[in-house]
């Protein structure tokens, strides 16, 4: 099964930036779309950004269009997100998720996740 592991949260002050990265043992991510997600404290979870498997249509919510990039970096077999200009609404537990080839809404089209890692934007 396909394991994913997130890494790069921490607290920031906003206006700061953060660079989240999500890896995988065992399984190369090539052949997956990786979306990012966030949940913050008695919110539901939503969708931050996705990338498909060619690396190609990058999506973004609107919430954080211009300031934050998903990318590939197929030798470290990572997905990066690049956070700048945060914000203190984008705190949030922050996770990346898989599924085959494109990207989809809705986390429910995603089967394997990560265990998450705390963004905290704060002064």
């Known amino acids: 099964q396909l394991q994913l592991v997130e890494s790069g949260g921490g607290l920031v002050q906003p206006g700061g930036s953060l660079r989240l990265s999500c890896a995988a043992s065992?399984?190369?991510?090539?052949?997956?779309?990786i979306g990012w997600f966030r949940q913050a404290p008695g919110k539901e979870r939503e969708g931050v950004s996705c990338?498909?498997?060619?690396?190609?249509?990058?999506n973004y919510a609107d919430s954080v269009k211009g300031r934050f990039t998903i990318s590939r970096d197929n030798a470290k077999n990572t997905v990066v997100l690049q956070m700048n200009s945060l914000k203190p609404e984008d705190t949030g537990v922050y996770y990346c998720?898989?599924?085959?080839?494109?990207?989809?809404?809705?986390?429910?089209?995603?089967?394997?996740w990560g265990q998450g890692t705390q963004v905290t934007v704060s002064s």
């Open positions: 990338i498909d498997s060619s690396g190609g249509n990058p």
């Open positions: 065992r399984f190369s991510l090539g052949v997956y779309a």
């Open positions: 998720a898989a599924r085959p080839a494109s990207c989809r809404t809705h986390t429910r089209d995603f089967g394997s």
